[in-house]
């Protein structure tokens, strides 16, 4: 009786201890271990002995595993099935419910239990203000802005807007003046050619009626670093070329009979900048942005564009949202000021 467990014993431990894939090389050499994936010509290997390796498929002749493998063939056919020793150069496939046995060679495969790919991600969010004061004093006033993010594993789009209008009454005359309409509109786009570097391109557009901006088109792209990008923080840098177009409008006069004065530039210039995203905690996050373009011919002329941004959760998805703006034209228009400074107050959704 006890000779019988210990044959049993014996059966179930051999059993045990074989249980595993098979690397055969082409000089007849055997490894023993786990396929855990194969890409590019290499196998990732996790071998009893000298744990994670990768082989080269150049210098397999054949290999199985003791349990399913997925297989992503180069016509797209995606199959999961054990993998039986096979010919030099070739897998045979074991039968399963779906499929026949098969024998497949190394180079139909275009990659075997390959990570799953991070799915493309969208965000965004929408902020409004408005404001409203009537009797003694009259002034009204609105905001919307929005913006929008999709990040995949190997690029990141942004797109953001935003449009300020405001109106107040004259003392003297009784009329209601605009004192502020403005519309911003700009996206961003990162490739990364490796984990942290990337290659980008950028546009801006924007228009100022009450700032005689009839527009200032920016357009550059360039090379860039994200330094961090985490749940709680983000900060990348990045740095190029771009071309700045602006145009002024100034009209002197009455509607009928004023004059124009315009002023336009259109030159090439360097451009820095960087981004920040900070989660402060549960209920406070901080948004930072800045570019500088100083012009290649003098750089004493420049523009410059920052922004900050504080939001304190109200819910889960609305927040209240205090943000400043801050444009400097080193050369505005005719009688227009270098520095435009905008405060806005709202409440936001993120989505």
């Known amino acids: 009786m006890l000779r019988w467990a ?52 150049a210098n397999i002749s054949t290999f199985s595993t003791d349990e399913p493998a997925q297989f ?13 020793p096979g010919d030099a150069g070739q897998v045979t496939l074991a039968k399963t419910e779906l499929v026949q ?19 493309v991600t969208w965000s965004g969010s929408v902020t409004v203000g408005l404001t409203s004061t009537h009797g003694n004093t009259f002034t009204e006033s609105a905001n919307i802005s929005g913006r929008v993010t999709r990040r995949t594993a190997q690029d990141r789009l942004r797109a953001y807007s935003t449009y300020l209008a405001s109106r107040t009454r004259d003392d003297d005359t009784g ?46 792209g360039g090379l860039g670093y994200q330094w961090i990008e985490e749940d709680n923080l983000k900060f990348s840098t990045d740095a190029g070329v771009s071309q700045l177009c602006e145009k002024y409008t100034k009209r002197i006069g009455h509607p009928g009979s004023y004059e124009e004065e315009i002023s336009k530039s259109d030159e090439f210039s360097l451009q820095l900048g960087y981004g920040l995203e900070w989660v402060i905690n549960d209920k406070f996050s901080f948004y930072h942005n800045m570019r500088y373009y100083p012009s290649f011919g003098d750089i004493s002329d420049y523009f410059l564009t920052t922004d900050a941004e504080l939001r304190a959760e109200i819910t889960k998805s609305m927040f209240g949202s205090l943000k400043a703006i801050l444009d400097y034209d080193s050369t505005p228009g005719e009688g227009v000021g270098t520095t435009d400074t905008k405060y806005i107050l709202g409440v936001g959704w993120n989505f």
Request: proline share 4%; glycine share 6%; hydrophobic share 40%.
């Open 6 to 57: 210990f044959v049993i014993i014996t059966v179930l431990g051999f059993s045990v201890v074989t249980k595993a894939d098979v690397v055969v090389f082409k000089n007849g050499d055997k490894l023993t271990g786990k396929v855990v994936k194969m890409e590019g010509g290499k196998l990732a290997f996790k071998a009893d002995n000298a744990g994670d390796i990768i082989l080269d498929l």
């Open 72 to 84: 992503h063939l180069q016509d797209g056919t995606v199959l999961k099935s054990k993998v039986l």
């Open 101 to 119: 046995a098969q024998t497949i060679p190394f180079s139909a495969v275009k990659a075997i239990n390959p990570p799953v790919k991070p799915p």
């Open 175 to 220: 009329d209601k003046v605009t004192t502020e309409e403005s519309f911003t509109l700009g996206s961003k786009y990162d490739y990364f050619i490796i984990k942290k570097w990337y290659a980008f391109l950028n546009a801006d557009y924007k228009k100022d009626h009450v700032s005689d901006l009839d527009y200032r088109v920016t357009a550059g």
